[in-house]
């Protein structure tokens, strides 16, 4: 199992489509607040479906207490389009943190401080990033290949 992160995450349908990803891959799904959205909001269950109660996740009242709970800081690798190593270069391991920011900012310079492994999804010259649900999509499909994990 991987362990997806989002930090601050601002649009329901986005983390309904994450949460229903993590629900198919077996990847627990974290919450960093504030939101900027309810998590009873109806977009966010209209993007999960009815899957939304049988996901593991967990809510953080800030981001401090999330770290707190993460048993090996080197197993965090935090995804931003201003890095500039590539997310096929780690050596995926069950268990590791694969961490995003807002859709609209990507992680706070202070989270980025916080740690060395940051990893970006490349991309042609014509866009800045991808969506989130995408990136997630990525992160999830090469940490599973590379652990052996996609079994039907």
């Given at each position: 199992?991987?362990?997806?992160?989002?930090?601050?995450?601002?649009?329901?349908?986005?983390?309904?489509?994450?949460?229903?990803?993590?629900?198919?891959?077996?990847?627990?799904?974290?919450?960093?607040?504030?939101?900027?959205?309810?998590?009873?909001?109806?977009?966010?269950?209209?993007?999960?479906?009815?899957?939304?109660?049988?996901?593991?996740?967990?809510?953080?009242?800030?981001?401090?207490?999330?770290?707190?709970?993460?048993?090996?800081?080197n197993r965090v690798f935090l995804f931003s389009a201003r890095a500039t190593n590539s997310f096929l270069d780690p050596s995926y391991q069950e268990g590791?943190?694969?961490?995003?920011?807002?859709?609209?900012?990507?992680?706070?310079?202070?989270?980025?401080?916080?740690?060395?492994?940051?990893?970006?999804?490349?991309?042609?010259?014509?866009?800045?990033?991808?969506?989130?649900?995408n990136t997630v999509s990525f992160a999830i499909g090469e940490g599973l290949r590379q652990i052996n994990q996609f079994q039907l």
């Amino acid at each position: 199992m991987l362990n997806i992160v989002l930090v601050y995450p601002e649009i329901p349908n986005n983390t309904g489509n994450i949460g229903r990803l993590c629900l198919g891959t077996n990847c627990k799904l974290h919450l960093i607040h504030p939101l900027g959205f309810e998590i009873t909001d109806k977009q966010l269950k209209r993007s999960g479906l009815d899957y939304w109660p049988k996901l593991q996740v967990q809510e953080y009242d800030n981001f401090e207490s999330w770290k707190s709970t993460v048993p090996d800081l080197n197993r965090v690798f935090l995804f931003s389009a201003r890095a500039t190593n590539s997310f096929l270069d780690p050596s995926y391991q069950e268990g590791d943190w694969l961490v995003f920011g807002q859709e609209s900012k990507g992680l706070p310079e202070e989270i980025l401080n916080e740690f060395e492994q940051h990893i970006r999804i490349p991309t042609t010259p014509h866009i800045r990033s991808f969506n989130i649900g995408n990136t997630v999509s990525f992160a999830i499909g090469e940490g599973l290949r590379q652990i052996n994990q996609f079994q039907l």
